[in-house]
Nanobody
């Protein structure tokens, strides 16, 4: 079994910063990409940022230049540094990992439970 445990969400004012963390644990053989998605009420889940094991990053258009995704492969942990936050960044942020479990030979997607980020104006 796999657990993705997120931390770091909360309430912040317009222009402020937050840092999210997500640690993967369990019988994991390998992790390909890790990253973050978000979902605001009434909206579909959307890409925030992903990073591969080799360090290649991909960002959603609305966060480019403000958010930075990073990763510690030794700790199976992904981070999201969010700067210059706006009210429209308010959402539940979900951690995602594409990984192979012990005893299996195919990639699977796993999700964290989500952490709320609220930006007040």
């Amino acid at each position: 079994q796999v657990q993705l445990v997120e931390s770091g969400g909360g309430l912040v004012q317009l222009g402020g910063s937050l840092r999210l963390s997500c640690a993967a644990s369990g019988s994991i053989l390998a992790i390909n990409s890790m990253g973050w998605y978000r979902q605001a009420p009434g909206n579909q889940r959307e890409l925030v940022a992903t990073i591969t094991s080799g360090g290649k990053t991909n960002y959603g258009d609305s966060v480019k230049g403000r958010f930075t995704v990073s990763r510690d492969n030794a700790k199976n942990t992904v981070y999201l540094q969010m700067n210059s936050l706006k009210p429209e960044d308010t959402a539940v942020y979900y951690c995602n990992a594409r990984l192979i479990l012990g005893g299996k030979n195919y990639w699977e997607n796993y999700w964290g439970q989500g952490t709320q980020v609220t930006v007040s104006s």
